[in-house]
């Protein structure tokens, strides 16, 4: 005589094979999960901003001022949003005493660089790419800090872009801003200090 599986057996057999395929649908979801995160931060994490030069809030080193050898100091980003199509970089000084005084605007930098060296040429197209303007020493490219005097704060801001400025060499400021408008997709700030 044959034994024949009873229905309860055959039911619990389906509940354990329709539990078996949950348990490996969600394994492979949460391995997908795991290694598309990396990804995921990079295009749309917090934008970051440095210098090997000095720390957030830090002093500016006298190599990068009118005191020293007045090169721009050298700069590091990451995690630029996701449809980032240029970048633009805007240093100024909120503590001049007639005014906001910008010492760099570089902009149409192109979105797949990560760094500046130091010492970016005062080209109106330097080598990393992009366009550079003209600051309030009234020169094409980077003019470094030289306060009257005391403690002032100075401004490195990196803007992403959904878009190319496509404006002329030697714009100022107030026109890349102004181009800018409706086209930032992402921004960050580093600031660094220098005393005289």
């Given at each position: ?39 995921a ?29 007045d ?8 995690s ?17 005493p ?8 570089y ?10 060296p130091?010492n ?9 790419g ?7 020493f ?9 306060p ?12 992403a ?22 086209h ?13």
């Open positions: 005589m044959k034994n024949t599986p009873t229905p309860q057996i055959n039911k619990r057999d389906e509940i354990m094979k329709e539990n078996n395929a949950k348990s490996i649908c969600l394994m492979f979801f949460f391995i997908i999960i795991f290694l598309t995160l990396p990804f931060k990079a295009e749309g994490g917090t934008m970051k901003l440095t210098s090997s030069a000095f720390d957030d809030g830090g002093m500016i080193p006298s190599k990068y001022t009118c005191d020293g050898a090169v721009s100091p050298p700069l590091k980003w990451g630029l949003p996701g449809g980032t199509k240029s970048l633009a970089l805007i240093c100024d000084d909120p503590d001049a007639m005014g906001t005084w910008v010492h760099w605007v902009y149409d930098i192109p979105a797949k660089t990560i760094d500046l130091e970016i040429s005062p080209d109106e197209h330097p080598a990393p992009g366009v550079q303007g003209v600051n309030d009234r020169r094409i490219g980077y003019g470094g800090p030289c009257p005097g005391g403690t002032h704060r100075y401004y490195f801001k990196l803007y872009l959904d878009t190319l400025l496509n404006l002329s060499s030697g714009a100022t400021k107030k026109q890349v801003l102004k181009a800018m408008e409706n930032i997709i992402g921004h960050v700030q580093l600031m660094g200090r220098y005393r005289r």
